[in-house]
């Protein structure tokens, strides 16, 4: 067993492992900060040696490179700083530094309420934070009330706001103003002001060492969840809905910056202890995004806040609002059911719609096909299967297994996230389609040898633990001649290369600390709570030799978007995406002649 010190083997540990592979060892790697334990094969050791050399050369050739590039590009940002004391705005910096600070996304819990004179406070100082520069002018009524509430529980609340206001002079608590940012018009100005209240904010914080951070959340600020996570302070945050913020902020126009509100919205509500909404509508708008309904306090109002919220912290630590799980008695599947059962995979792009209505789930289902993988509807031989039994496992929201139904095939879905049955069954029922669905796990399926022509799955295989037990079933459950058409990520591919190893892993640092399999658990999925699931990525050898009881095998490789390119190279989209896309759809047969499985038009 070989102990690792960082993501990856060092050049000698590898040479030791081939060694004990070639007299017919067996090996392991271990990552002690992951508790983390995966044995070498020869393919394995590939890999790992592919990783170390690539690493190496990223490190050597890549990262000097980068570093020259970006002072190139920033020099005319300096020149222009320096002549005309005007900081132009650097979107994909600002974009790229909310992406990580939402990967590393954690919240914080908040320490029970403990008696403080006659009653029960949430012990040390609230901080209430507002950016909100923009809305000068007015006292804030609502900022008033919530502020006393919070001083009600809290043994000493201080408010730091972007402008004095006068409903709070005589209530008691501290009251410091913040000097306005340089740049106050416009958008630009907006997206750039925590630049400047970041400082500040956290010298404050830093100073008062508060209890817990109350902000109420405006469009593009980031500051609140920022230091909650770096000075690891519970964060509360209200969140008076999107939109709204940019009502407020810009004022009805299109926004110049959509990704980034979107970006700094997203963060605050993945580093967020609780989020206070105001009604069981925004309720469900954040939850129908991934939240978990267990940090969402709903409080039409803020009469009553403080106490509430008092009750809620109280409750948190015991609170377990999620579906049903299975008990699997293995950590991965609690992740798997943890991720899925409050996460709903591709909700996010839903846009408006009200979740869970018919227009939700069409919204899920045009992103997909239209601007996501429009390879899928073709490849994926959706319009193929008339008249044939076809299985799902791990149909999600059960778009892809509406495809099947609606061009005619007899549909089953099975699924571990008791969540994410419930959404799928909800959509059949929406779309008038009929379909049974199955909660129970894909590496022991409850169905009877030789029972379906196709087996269907979409980024499933990748997430479950024993990934080989998985195809050994689809391989029984199917009938002779009975196809399988699966999709696991793939390993050589632009996605994995670029953003996973280059950017997370080097750039950033990530393979410093943790292997690449914990940087795919932490980047992978949109998780807007704690799960961390599994996740695999395959070589196309890798992928063959999982299907070897099969006939007939093909692999095809596609899903690249054009903009994941750099610009001058988008036009070999076509070409790059079979070559590099982050899907392998691997398309294989159950050997014998099955009667109805047989005549599959491929
Ligand atoms: C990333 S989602 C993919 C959902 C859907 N196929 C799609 O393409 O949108 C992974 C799904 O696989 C399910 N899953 C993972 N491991 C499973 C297992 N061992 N048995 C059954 N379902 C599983 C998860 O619960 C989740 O619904």
Request: proline fraction near 5%.
């Amino acid at each position: 067993m070989f102990e690792l010190a960082s993501g990856l083997p060092s050049e000698p540990q590898l040479r030791l492992i081939a060694q004990v592979l070639h007299t017919g060892g067996q090996a392991w790697v271990y990552w002690p900060a992951e508790e983390t334990i995966e044995r070498v094969d020869n393919e394995r050791w590939l890999s790992l040696r592919r990783h170390v050399k690539a690493v190496k050369w990223m490190k050597r050739i890549g990262l000097p490179i980068d570093r020259a590039v970006t002072t190139w590009h920033r020099a005319p940002t300096g020149l222009r700083w320096i002549y005309r004391g005007e900081f132009p705005v650097r979107r994909s910096d600002i974009l790229v530094k909310l992406t990580l600070l939402t990967l590393r996304a954690q919240p914080v819990p908040l320490d029970r309420p403990a008696c403080g004179g006659d009653v029960l406070r949430l012990a040390g100082v609230g901080l209430y934070l507002r950016t909100d520069y923009w809305a000068t002018g007015r006292d804030d009524e609502r900022m008033s009330r919530v502020v006393a509430e919070l001083a009600a529980i809290s043994e000493r609340v201080v408010c730091l706001t972007p402008r004095h206001d006068r409903l709070l002079d005589g209530m008691g608590v501290q009251q410091v103003v913040m000097d306005p940012p340089r740049l106050t018009a416009g958008e630009d100005a907006i997206v750039l002001a925590p630049t400047h209240y970041g400082p500040i904010v956290k010298a404050a914080c830093q100073t008062l060492r508060p209890a817990f951070l109350y902000e109420r959340i405006c469009a593009g600020q980031s500051v609140g969840a920022e230091l909650s996570q770096v000075l690891g302070i519970p964060y509360i945050v209200e969140y008076p809905g999107s939109d709204v913020m940019l009502r407020e902020a810009i004022d009805g126009m299109a926004p110049f910056y959509p990704e980034l509100y979107a970006r700094a919205e997203e963060l605050a509500l993945r580093q967020a202890t609780i989020i206070v909404a105001g009604s069981s509508n925004l309720e469900e708008h954040v939850t129908a995004r991934g939240v978990d309904a267990a940090r969402v306090l709903v409080v039409p109002g803020e009469a009553g806040l403080g106490v509430q919220l008092r009750t809620f912290v109280e409750g948190q630590a015991g609170a377990t609002r999620h579906a049903n799980s299975i008990e699997t008695g293995d950590s991965y599947k609690d992740q798997i059911q943890r991720q899925w059962n409050r996460n709903p995979v591709g909700s996010q792009h839903a846009g408006t719609s009200q979740p869970r209505t018919l227009e939700w789930f069409l919204e899920v289902e045009r992103h997909r096909y239209r601007v996501y993988a429009p390879w899928m509807p073709e490849t994926m031989e959706f319009a193929h299967h008339a008249g044939h039994e076809v299985l799902e496992i791990g149909g999600g929201l059960g778009t892809d297994l509406a495809q099947f139904a609606m061009h005619g095939a007899t549909v089953t879905d099975v699924d571990l996230a008791a969540g994410h049955l419930q959404l799928a069954e909800e959509n059949f029922r929406l779309r008038g389609l009929r379909g049974r669905f199955v909660h129970d796990d894909a590496e022991s399926l409850p169905f009877t040898d030789n029972s379906f022509d196709l087996v269907y799955s979409n980024g499933v295989l990748h997430h479950t633990p024993h990934t080989a037990r998985v195809v050994r079933e689809i391989h029984r459950v199917l009938r002779p001649g009975g196809r399988a058409i699966v999709m696991v990520y793939a390993e050589h591919s632009w996605h994995y290369w670029r953003k996973l190893v280059w950017l997370f892993g080097v750039k950033e640092g990530m393979l410093e600390r943790m292997s690449m399999g914990e940087i795919m658990s932490r980047s992978v999925e949109r998780s807007a709570n704690e799960a961390r699931p599994l996740v695999k990525a395959y070589t196309k050898s890798g992928a063959q030799a999982l299907f070897q009881a099969f006939d007939r095998v093909e692999i095809v490789q596609r899903q690249l978007l054009a903009e994941e390119l750099p610009s001058g190279l988008q036009w070999t989209l076509p070409l790059s995406e079979r070559m590099l896309g982050w899907n392998l759809i691997v398309k294989a047969t159950k050997p014998g002649d099955g009667r109805k499985a047989s005549d599959v038009r491929n």
